[in-house]
Structures are given as C-alpha cells and as structure tokens.
C-alpha cells in the first residue's frame, strides 16, 4: 500500500516563484500542494487550517516576514517542517530561522531534484542545509576542526545506528527540536550538509572509536 502523500504549502511573496514551485510538486510523485501563501501571516492561518506535513518558507516578505511566522507557528504547536528556501545565505538570515525552529535551509539557486529531496527528508524531520548554509555555520560554532561535544557525539552515533531524530530524543531524554540543533552544529563542525555525509566523516575520523 502506498505512502500518502507529503502535503506541502508554499510561501512566498512573489506570485511567480509561488506558482512556480506549485507546479513542481504538483507534477511530482508524491506530493501534494494544499495551499499557497504570499506572506508569514497567512502562512500561519493555512498551517493551522491545512496540517501540512512540509512548510517551503520564503524569509524576505513584506508584513509578516519567514522568521516571524516561523516562532509563531512554533509557539501555536504547529507540527510542520520548515523548509526555508530563500535568495539569502546572511549570518542575519540563516541563525535566526534556524534558532526559531526551521528544519532546514535551502537557496533558491538548489536544482529541482535538491529541492525533492529536500522536502522529502523535512518531511521525516530531517535537518537539511545548502552547502553555503553550512559554511556559514561553521563560523559560529568558532572553527570546523572544534571536537564534537560528548552530547553531539551521542546524538551523531544514534543516527549512526539509524535512529531517528525522535528515536534519538526519546533515548536521551531531550526534545527533537534539540536534536535537530545538535544535528546542525554536527554538520557545521564537520563540514557537512546530512546525516549520511556527517556519519561517513564521523567514521572517516574514528570519532567513534570510544562510543561505538
């Protein structure tokens, strides 16, 4: 029997880049685009009206703006991802929509099939970032060569045994939305942007060796 469909809303100010990437998923297996919004205040009432799984969330919108609707959907309870997908990789666009509770962070630039995948592993709570995303993370968690801290290492060999995310939170008795944070400083420390790759390096670099 197969897999309901990834109901998804899009967000975004611009009517073309809306449409747009409605008619992408529309035609893409598995999906399917419950609504669209042009600001973060709508955003919000169709989340509440339409429980998507997936939230494609623009930043830079005139009222309410992405950051804004994201705290307020995490404030309401909201169960949906939010996929950030934006023209901005600022140090003053990434880390406050990360700190408000987006599961990841795409740019506008990513290939149609990134952007699938993207959603797709939102959907399953997975944390994603652009590469340029991820460098710029790097840079706040002081240097990419920093050790990981026992707690991340305990998160990263979880995933490594093929934890979820809330696999992993109910083990360690924290929230998902704190794994998710782990995760990132993860992939920022290792100079990564998923689980598979933070993993392969975590491997590569016997981080390990003590906890396997």
């Not at 197969?2 to 598995?30: A, K, N, Q, Y």
């Amino acid at each position: 029997m197969s897999e309901p469909p990834i109901r998804l809303i899009v967000v975004d100010d611009h009517p073309i880049v809306r449409d747009g990437l409605r008619g992408m998923f529309t035609g893409e297996p598995g999906f399917e685009v419950v609504g669209v919004a042009g600001d973060g205040a709508r955003a919000v009432i169709l989340a509440e009206e339409l429980r998507p799984d997936v939230i494609l969330m623009d930043l830079r919108m005139p009222g309410t703006d992405g950051v804004t609707a994201i705290r307020r959907l995490a404030e309401r309870g909201s169960t949906a991802r939010i996929l950030v997908l934006t023209t901005y990789d600022t140090d003053s666009d990434v880390l406050p929509a990360i700190e408000a509770g987006a599961t990841g962070y795409l740019l506008k630039d990513a290939m149609p099939e990134e952007l699938v995948r993207a959603v797709r592993a939102a959907a399953r709570g997975e944390a994603v970032l652009s590469p340029s995303v991820a460098t710029r993370l790097i840079g706040q968690v002081r240097a990419p060569t920093d050790p990981l801290s026992a707690r991340e290492l305990e998160v990263l060999t979880l995933i490594a045994r093929g934890s979820t995310n809330r696999e992993a939170a109910s083990r360690l008795f924290i929230s998902e939305a704190t794994v998710k944070s782990h995760l990132l400083h993860i992939y920022a420390k290792l100079g990564v942007n998923d689980r598979a790759a933070a993993v392969a390096v975590a491997f590569e670099r016997g981080l390990f060796n003590r906890s396997w």
